[in-house]
């Protein structure tokens, strides 16, 4: 059922609903209007005071705590950092590696969460992709049996950005945690349309950029790190805010501040930041439960449609536990190509993605405040345009 049975309303809070249909959340997110406001009354008032006055530091702190209750964290626990791949660097740079160690991770990820794993060879560090049957579909039982011994961390996507396969967190954190082995998730294509709990899910670190499902500005995001990791996980990039520095004169030693700010090393992206803290309050006022519900109405709404057109849909079937938002498809005998030109003719914005053998895909990533009729719409373009 809809979130927004008020189409002027909905189309007030979503721009870009008024003369577009935005079907790209797993790309970059338009941004609502209130998340738009946060930003620029920001900005405005900067030009009239110093950018960082009065209340402004005050919201940030807000900010770290609305972060920490999206994902079951303390609110020391996060750095306010964007985009994904900064603090999925962090992770990967930060850790204390011996020759020998294994990092495992899966090869057709998207390249964030590969490259500062692979970079890890330079260090001694020994690689190892998971080897799923199709792409994404990594199971808590494929993680076991490629555990070894020498396994230190994993490092796995909540979500495929291909396929949109969504793993099992839990299942597969808690087994990690039994044996002792860190876990690294790279959240930003489940967090803000489906929940995430890092204290069931046993998850170690997590970074994720707001840009997508979060509904909020690129370049700022969530970077968590679990307490208890703070020593282990040594911050890489050092500044004046987050190595102690009395009144801004540096000492002959490095001392990181106790919380989590020990990864953020100088001024923060504060207009970023309140442009997420404005997505993340509406997002959790209309409740991420009901948020993923819809996702997966809409998703039901759309497969069954496509299959009957004649596509093929790559990735998890509507009533598995894996479904998400994204659906990916390709036509039996028209070329993903052509139709996304047809689609973007009709002011439909989708993905056009293309997998390792250069297949070209479309990929429909709705988010709750979409609605069947703008899928039908966009079925309807889809019709007409196969030959
Ligand atoms: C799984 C995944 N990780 C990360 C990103 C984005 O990374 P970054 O925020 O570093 O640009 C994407 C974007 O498509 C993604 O799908």
Not at 13 to 24: E, G, N, Y
Not at 214 to 224: F, K, S, T
């Amino acid at each position: 059922m809809t979130l927004f049975p008020d189409e002027a309303q909905r189309r007030a809070l979503f721009p870009v609903s008024r003369d577009q249909i935005f079907l790209a959340h797993a790309g970059v997110t338009a941004l609502p209007q209130f998340v738009a406001d946060a930003a620029c009354d920001y900005t405005q008032q900067s030009a009239r005071n110093p950018q960082e006055f009065g209340d402004v530091l005050r919201a940030v702190k807000e900010t770290r705590q609305v972060c920490a209750q999206l994902i079951g964290a303390q609110a020391d626990e996060i750095a306010l950092l964007g985009p994904t791949s900064l603090g999925l660097s962090l992770f990967a740079n930060g850790l204390d590696w011996q020759p020998g160690d294994e990092v495992l991770c899966y090869h057709g990820d998207y390249p964030a969460n590969v490259y500062p794993w692979i970079d890890l060879r330079r260090r001694g560090v020994t690689v190892r992709y998971l080897e799923p049957q199709g792409p994404g579909e990594i199971t808590p039982e494929l993680v076991a049996a490629a555990l070894t011994p020498k396994t230190r961390l994993v490092a796995l996507a909540s979500a495929h950005f291909f396929t949109g396969y969504r793993i099992d967190l839990e299942a597969i954190g808690s087994l990690l945690h039994d044996r002792g082995i860190l876990f690294s998730v790279d959240a930003i294509q489940t967090l803000g349309a489906f929940s995430l709990d890092v204290e069931k899910a046993h998850i170690d670190f997590l970074s994720a950029d707001a840009h997508k499902w979060m509904l909020g500005p690129l370049a700022i995001g969530i970077v968590y790190v679990r307490k208890s990791n703070f020593e282990k996980l040594r911050p890489t990039l050092l500044g004046a805010w987050n190595v102690v520095s009395p009144q801004f004169n540096a000492l002959d030693e490095i001392r990181f501040v106790p919380s989590a700010q020990r990864y953020e090393p100088g001024v923060l992206n504060i207009a970023g930041i309140l442009g997420m803290r404005s997505a993340l309050e509406f997002l959790q006022k209309l409740g991420i439960g009901a948020i993923s519900t819809r996702l997966l109405e809409l998703k039901a709404h759309l497969v069954p449609k496509l299959e009957e057109m004649g596509f093929q849909i790559l990735g998890p079937g509507i009533s598995s536990p894996a479904a998400s938002s994204i659906t990916t498809f390709r036509h039996r005998h028209a070329g993903s190509a052509k139709l996304f030109a047809a689609l973007e003719n009709a002011k439909i914005i989708a993905s056009l993605r293309y997998d390792r053998e250069n297949r070209d895909y479309l990929r429909f990533s709705p988010h709750c405040y979409n609605t069947e009729a703008e899928l039908d719409a966009t079925l309807e373009v889809l019709r007409v345009a196969i030959p």
